[in-house]
């Protein structure tokens, strides 16, 4: 019993192989021996020219900043995310906002799960600041 593949198809290859070739072409099966899938993947890859496309990624077009444009995205968002409006003159929001303003290209937004571990890192680490401030030593008398 032979519990990988890849040990059966070496094991075929260096002892039955003149039977397996036979049964291959009788069956008309394509050959699975490691010097056939290494032949193949190897005529496959000199056949074709590799191509950068498939790593290219297009950027978006970034609009220009204007006021008006500004605005007009800022009230979208506001809609969108049932936003209040006083939260435009949040003093965080403003320091997001002039923090995103000085990036070079664009702002990489974090993932839900980034986000989540962050809040959750900065919630021990207030507790744990919490618990050292709070904590009282009992002198004995």
Known sequence: FVNEVSTLRRHMQAVHKAEYLKWATAKN???MLPEDTKRRRLEAAS????SLDNHLVPRDQVPHYSESAFRDVSIQWLIE???PIRILQNPA???MINLAS???HSVK???LKQTRQSIIDLFKSN????RKRLQVRRQIL
């Open 81 to 83: 995310t049932d936003q």
């Open 109 to 111: 937004i974090p993932t």
């Open 102 to 104: 000085r990036a070079n």
């Open 93 to 95: 929001f403003q320091q």
């Open 47 to 50: 056949s074709s020219q590799r």
């Open 127 to 130: 507790l744990c600041e919490l």
């Open 29 to 31: 099966f394509l050959s």
